[in-house]
């Protein structure tokens, strides 16, 4: 049977940052196979699966009656956490919307600022955003991997509620956790850095983070 996530792909990285036996709320769910393939792998007991849209949430309803895991698997319409309770959840996923848009569900939910809760982001766009504002607000990344799918390339990341506020850099940000030793992040950065590299173009602030950017690739390349 074909997996229901790809192997490699965008949301497996999500998978696999989900702790094993958490109670998984899954923000803007839509197909419901993050809380899908983790029930069915048997690495969740039970989850949440939550959309701002009934469209998606009817799609994600089928789904999981199709996989016979309408006992496990909740769905409820919520726009972000507004309709989550903070005891309801300990693992977090947002994935498959803009870095601005993430940033403003976590912003409007202050509970999530709870040592215990892991939050699982996957960012489309403005990732670099995301990890400033995660880093200011006193969280910390755990953990952050990038994948090539579809002819794209993404990036996933952890983080933790510590308290402990720091600022950073956006060449910093843009880079975040990534182990530039994997191919893979390498050519998330380089994709990056040609985004830059147009922005700068407008705005020569952005010659900074560009040159930030190609002295570190150039590093990991040339060793
Ligand atoms: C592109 S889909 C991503 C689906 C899935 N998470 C993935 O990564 O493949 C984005 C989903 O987020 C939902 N969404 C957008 N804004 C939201 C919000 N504020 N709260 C909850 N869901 C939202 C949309 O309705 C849509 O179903």
């Given at each position: 049977?074909?997996?229901?996530?790809?192997?490699?792909?965008?949301?497996?990285?999500?998978?696999?940052?989900?702790?094993?036996?958490?109670?998984?709320?899954?923000?803007?769910t839509?197909?419901?196979?993050?809380?899908?393939?983790?029930?069915?792998?048997?690495?969740?007991?039970?989850?949440?699966?939550?959309?701002?849209?009934?469209?998606?949430?009817?799609?994600?309803?089928?789904?999981?009656a199709?996989?016979?895991?309408?006992?496990?698997?909740?769905?409820?319409?919520s726009?972000?956490?507004?309709?989550?309770r903070?005891?309801?959840?300990n693992?977090?996923?947002?994935?498959?919307m803009?870095g601005?848009?993430i940033?403003?569900?976590?912003?409007?939910?202050?509970?999530v600022k709870?040592?215990?809760?892991?939050?699982?982001?996957?960012?489309?766009?403005?990732?670099e955003?995301?990890?400033?504002?995660?880093?200011?607000?006193?969280?910390?990344?755990?953990?952050?991997?990038?994948?090539?799918?579809?002819?794209?390339?993404?990036?996933a990341?952890?983080?933790?509620?510590?308290?402990?506020?720091r600022?950073?850099?956006l060449?910093?940000?843009?880079?975040?956790?990534?182990?530039?030793?994997?191919?893979?992040?390498?050519?998330?950065?380089?994709?990056?850095?040609?985004?830059?590299?147009?922005?700068?173009?407008?705005?020569?602030?952005?010659?900074?983070?560009?040159?930030?950017?190609?002295?570190?690739?150039?590093?990991?390349?040339?060793?």
């Amino acid at each position: 049977m074909t997996p229901i996530l790809k192997p490699d792909g965008r949301l497996h990285l999500c998978a696999d940052m989900v702790r094993r036996g958490s109670r998984l709320a899954d923000i803007g769910t839509d197909h419901g196979y993050l809380p899908i393939a983790l029930c069915l792998e048997g690495k969740i007991p039970s989850a949440l699966a939550c959309d701002i849209n009934p469209m998606p949430l009817k799609s994600a309803q089928e789904n999981i009656a199709r996989y016979g895991l309408s006992n496990k698997i909740q769905t409820r319409l919520s726009d972000g956490l507004k309709a989550v309770r903070p005891e309801e959840t300990n693992d977090i996923a947002i994935a498959g919307m803009g870095g601005e848009l993430i940033r403003d569900i976590l912003a409007s939910a202050e509970w999530v600022k709870d040592e215990t809760k892991k939050l699982i982001l996957q960012p489309m766009t403005h990732h670099e955003d995301l990890v400033l504002w995660l880093y200011e607000n006193g969280f910390m990344i755990t953990a952050q991997k990038a994948a090539f799918d579809e002819g794209k390339y993404y990036t996933a990341l952890s983080a933790c509620y510590t308290g402990e506020k720091r600022t950073h850099s956006l060449s910093f940000a843009v880079v975040g956790m990534l182990d530039l030793e994997e191919k893979v992040s390498r050519w998330f950065i380089r994709r990056c850095l040609q985004n830059y590299r147009n922005k700068s173009k407008g705005d020569p602030s952005f010659l900074r983070v560009v040159n930030d950017l190609e002295e570190l690739l150039q590093r990991y390349e040339y060793q």
